[in-house]
């Protein structure tokens, strides 16, 4: 799209009403990434399956096209080779290139599904699904346990309710070294137990992550297999 000054049409007298036109270019972060960060899932593992589980396939929209490079868009609106082995992103006819679009209904956050399958049977068939962080939890959630396994970081709400770890773009959490990624996650991490589990907006600063979390996102233990921390280990953490 290039724009064009007759293209911007803010008042009209006959209509006595006005017109907006939104315009952004796909993956350069003006719509979303600019804030949200964003987040690959390609592991299967139990709670990457049990997010799956909860997502709603729908139609595409501006949301999804910022998760994907420019080329890409049309590949939104084709179906799965699955659906339909004419699709425009099938390959010889069982192969697929093809991406799908869904929301999590729990946060109203875009999902787009990207499926890379070789041609035949017994070949590689996955899934690897690109989405945004939230910011936050919903209102009125309290944070109750942090989740961490494989590279993929979660909370679960004292309801019950499991979701992605609020993240903010620029501020990536990681384990198991001395960087900037374990302080993120342990300033992050000290917020939630300061609060008990109340603040769980994204962007805490890393001079404010509590010592003893921070060793325990900086060492070897927390990058082994599945890890899980409740509010009050993160609570008995700081009490030395």
């Known amino acids: 799209?290039?724009?064009?000054?007759?293209?911007?049409?803010?008042?009209?007298?006959?209509?006595?009403?006005?017109?907006?036109?939104?315009?952004?270019?796909?993956?350069?972060?003006?719509?979303?990434?600019?804030?949200?960060?964003?987040?690959?899932?390609?592991?299967?593992?139990?709670?990457?399956?049990?997010?799956?589980?909860?997502?709603?396939?729908?139609?595409?929209?501006?949301?999804?096209?910022?998760?994907?490079?420019?080329?890409?868009?049309?590949?939104?609106?084709?179906?799965?080779?699955?659906?339909?082995?004419?699709s425009p992103s099938a390959v010889s006819g069982s192969g697929c290139v093809c991406r799908r679009t869904l929301f999590d209904p729990e946060f109203g956050l875009p999902v787009v599904g990207k499926h890379f399958k070789h041609v035949g049977e017994g070949g590689t068939d996955q899934w690897t699904y690109q989405t945004y962080a939230p910011l936050d939890l919903r209102p009125e959630d309290t944070f109750s346990r942090f989740i961490v396994g494989r590279?993929?970081?979660?909370?679960?709400?004292?309801?019950?309710?499991?979701?992605?770890?609020?993240q903010r773009n620029a501020l990536g959490y990681n384990i198991g070294y001395s960087g900037g990624g374990p302080h993120a996650l342990a300033a992050y991490l000290t917020q939630v137990a300061d609060t008990d589990g109340q603040n769980t907006a994204a962007g805490t600063l890393n001079e404010h992550a509590h010592p003893a979390i921070?060793?325990?996102?900086?060492?070897?233990?927390?990058?082994?297999?599945?890890?899980?921390?409740?509010?009050?280990?993160?609570?008995?953490?700081?009490?030395?």
């Open 1 to 86: 799209m290039t724009y064009e000054p007759h293209d911007l049409n803010l008042t009209d007298p006959t209509k006595g009403s006005l017109d907006f036109i939104l315009y952004t270019e796909a993956r350069l972060g003006i719509a979303s990434a600019s804030l949200n960060a964003e987040v690959s899932i390609e592991t299967r593992t139990p709670h990457a399956e049990e997010w799956l589980s909860r997502l709603v396939r729908c139609e595409p929209n501006a949301m999804h096209c910022t998760l994907v490079e420019q080329e890409k868009i049309p590949a939104l609106f084709h179906p799965c080779v699955k659906e339909d082995n004419n």
């Open 214 to 240: 921070l060793d325990w996102t900086q060492s070897s233990t927390a990058d082994r297999g599945v890890n899980e921390l409740t509010l009050h280990d993160l609570k008995a953490m700081q009490r030395g």
């Open 151 to 166: 590279g993929l970081f979660w909370a679960r709400t004292e309801k019950g309710l499991l979701s992605i770890l609020p």
